[in-house]
């Protein structure tokens, strides 16, 4: 009987886990970040805070074009000399008293006119020094296996990661933040932020997971997990991940909905995160990527769910160890290096700009600094062109907002291929990123950028539908659908039968296998019915010039597009933003030439020539209207010539380590 219950149990966990798999929209004001000025994670250090420094960080802030902060809260600075002994004094973490002062803080920054989030702990991921061993993250295999949180306010008390599995001891973790932080007056008025998932993913176990697991797949995974990331167990590692995944979307909605229903929106980074990517970054309010310590072209991804899933603002963690690890070049950065690298974000969809950062100071100095960001204070090479900076980036980010993304062509994400290959090649892997799962390398194919084009996946193509012809998704429409995966999900490859045979037009660049252990009969058959469609095609230029280009010509630069209807704007990057890797050289904006490309833009049923002429440093906004006339809106800045210094030898090498 006992045996019974607890299988009926975890046959309605698995019921209610599935069914909340449908991402449900929800209406919010955006005002918080209306302005579209650029924000600052604002690093406080473990120490005693007090109300005359605040007011000073906050006033100069305010003075050089910000639009709000971050409150993040980490180690005292005595953490930096590894010095375990000297107990740096501070208002104790979560304690009345430093509530008090974050309060304070809140409240003097909306009187001046500033925003307010708060990173949603200290350090991260989620953990602290209450989480008890029962409630922390597990390992397969391993039970006296633990995460702790060494660097956080509570330094040199350690603390645990919590299981971002368990339900109950993230909504533990979670109220105890609810009840240290302020209230806001207003919903909507402050924001708590995620960042990304640095909870160690290999082997990530759960309670109950392998029953959780045999009830959807019909098999025991244990007898696999020592071996589950060689190229042989692919097919148990892609079932192992596809529970993974679910348990990690139910996270997200769980951390997004106990903040909303605390007033707070939601804005959360979830690169790194062992789970459908696209679906999870539709969950937070406020969607945020990071660069630069994943590539530009990343935050397509971020951006593309952000436009199915009616999200109008894509944040970004910015500058974000620029130059290499852990700081080089703090307080010499170029601003023109900055601006490359914010304009290849803006031509990958982001449209509010987050500096990584500014740190805490006292007595009005800037002496300190935080070791993995670009430097925000009083002095350094950027401390006379932030505030002309800040203007530039906010304007960009204004027009960035304007209507929704526009594009005509659908990119199927090969998110099925990850979860077949497991691990990155070793020389593409980070010390904290080794799993294919982070799609930290997928870039859209060459001969698709003319279009501006959207990422997809199974998960959105549940939500989608054919009308005329046309792909419909929110307010999305596309005129094609592009796949080149080896590795498709059966009910992704149902509905693109469905699709094909109402009209749409579909590529694929090779027939796809069905991954995983548990297989359809019938797999083969539906791509064979695909194949005989007068929709299907597998020459990709056929295909291209059946869906008509929103910009055409040579060697296009990175851009990205919105529309309020009447109007197209496409923002076009500088062609320099396309040498942009992990990390920049010191100086790799530096250019002396002016470039120009001859292009065609095709909106409305009008096709007009006009001629991109890129000055040093400059990138193009253009706006195109219904009648066809193209004019060109002013972005202007102009940032000083940057410094140059060749790579240093080795520099990338540096990062690459093998697990």
Known sequence: MNQRILTLGIVLFISALFSGCKQQLKVHSENQYSTAKPWARWWWFASVVHQKDIQQNLDWLKENGFGGVEIAWVYPLNRLKRDTV???PRQPWQSKEL????????DYAEK?????????GTLWPFGDSKVRPEEAVMRYGDSLWHQEITASWEYPVKGLVIDHFNPEAFEKYAMRMLKFLPKPARPNQNACFIDSWEVETRKLWTKDFEKMFFLEYGYDIQPYMDSIYSEAYAGYYYDYMKLISKLTLRFYRQYDSLLNAHRFLSRGQCAGAPCDIMQAYSIPDIPETEALLFEPYFSRIVASSAALSGKNIISSETFTCLYGWPSDHIRQENTADLKLLADALFAN????IFWHGKPFTINDTDTIQFYASVHLGKTGKLSTDIKPFNQ??????QYMRTGRTYSTLALYLPQEDAWMKAELPVEKQFKWAWGEYEMRYVEIPGQTRNFNPIWVNGSFLQNSKVKYGLLHNGDQTFSGLYIDVAYMEYNSLKSILAFAEKGLPVFFKQPPKEPGMVKHSGYHKIFAQITRLKNYYSNEELFLKKIKPLV???DIPEFWSRTDGSNLYLFFAHPLTKTISFPLDYGQSFTEKTIERKIQISFAGKTKEYTLRFMPYQSILLKMDKNGDISKLDITYQPPVPTVIPREKGKIEKWMVTN
């Open 99 to 106: 509530a008090e002062i974050v309060a304070f803080t809140r």
């Open 349 to 352: 969809g982001v449209n509010q």
């Open 552 to 554: 055409s010509g040579k």
């Open 86 to 88: 000297n107990i740096t």
């Open 392 to 397: 530039y980036l906010t304007k960009v980010s």
């Open 112 to 120: 001046i006119g500033l925003g307010v989030d708060f990173t949603f």
